[in-house]
């Protein structure tokens, strides 16, 4: 059994085939399992690779930078309350690194490979402080040389105030646009921080962008 492959080898050892004289179509299909097992192996040692270069690159390429946003002044505590436990979580959504432009037309592999679509979720803290002030707090990670897009969105509770008591206090405030909900009655509701630049994806959704640093 020295000249056969390792699927082969088992094969035979399973039928009971003499090794001596194995039939065609199991010597073909023991090469065929071989074939297939080693193109399996190689396949998740680059995805290893790969998924291993990508994160190294990304701790590198990527700075967490610290960000805090008044949205809503003079509020109560009960109030607040009232928003926040209608909310069920205030999160950022960072949708990609690198603008589309730069990423379809001049981008070259690996930055095409770091700016693919991520939808990668960040929590947002919600407090408020002494004087009525509610404050959005939060880590957004901007890639040194391309920049971050990102929305912001807050998950609404159902059957809760939240919502429409939500949508009312971010409208009044001049940093923050709220989004047209795109279906009836949503659990979410996105908006836009005017700090920031904001740019229209080539699927038409408008989100904002941070620049490099």
């Known amino acids: 059994m020295g000249n056969l492959d390792v699927m082969t080898t088992l094969l035979v050892k399973l039928f009971g085939i003499d090794p001596i004289s194995v039939p065609p179509p199991v010597q073909l299909l023991g090469f065929t399992m071989t074939a297939i097992w080693v193109t399996f192996l190689v396949w998740t040692a680059w995805s290893i690779l790969r998924f291993v270069f990508n994160t190294a690159a990304d701790m590198f390429e990527?700075?967490?930078?610290?960000?805090?946003?008044v949205i809503a002044r003079g509020l109560t505590r009960h109030d607040y309350e009232q928003v926040r436990k209608g909310i069920?979580?205030?999160r950022l959504l960072v949708v990609r690194y690198g603008s589309d432009d730069y990423l379809r037309t001049m981008a070259g592999e690996s930055d095409r490979q770091a700016g693919r679509?991520?939808?990668?979720?960040?929590?947002m803290k919600l407090a408020l402080s002494n004087i009525g002030e509610v404050t959005l707090s939060w880590k957004l990670p901007v890639?040194?040389?391309?920049?971050?897009?990102?929305?912001?969105?807050?998950?609404?509770?159902e059957g809760g105030a939240g919502g429409e008591m939500l949508?009312?206090?971010?409208?009044?405030?001049?940093?923050?646009e709220v989004l047209p909900a795109e279906v009836p009655s949503p659990?979410?509701?996105?908006?836009?921080?005017?700090?920031?630049?904001?740019?229209?994806?080539a699927d038409g959704v408008r989100q904002n962008i941070v620049l490099p640093e």
Request: hydrophobic share 35%; net charge positive.
């Open 62 to 69: 990527v700075s967490q930078s610290k960000q805090r946003i």
């Open 167 to 176: 949508t009312g206090m971010l409208r009044h405030y001049d940093e923050i």
């Open 187 to 201: 659990t979410r509701v996105y908006f836009l921080l005017k700090r920031f630049r904001v740019v229209t994806a």
């Open 143 to 157: 890639h040194r040389r391309l920049g971050t897009q990102f929305r912001c969105y807050a998950d609404i509770r």
């Open 88 to 90: 069920r979580a205030w």
């Open 117 to 123: 679509t991520r939808y990668d979720v960040i929590n």
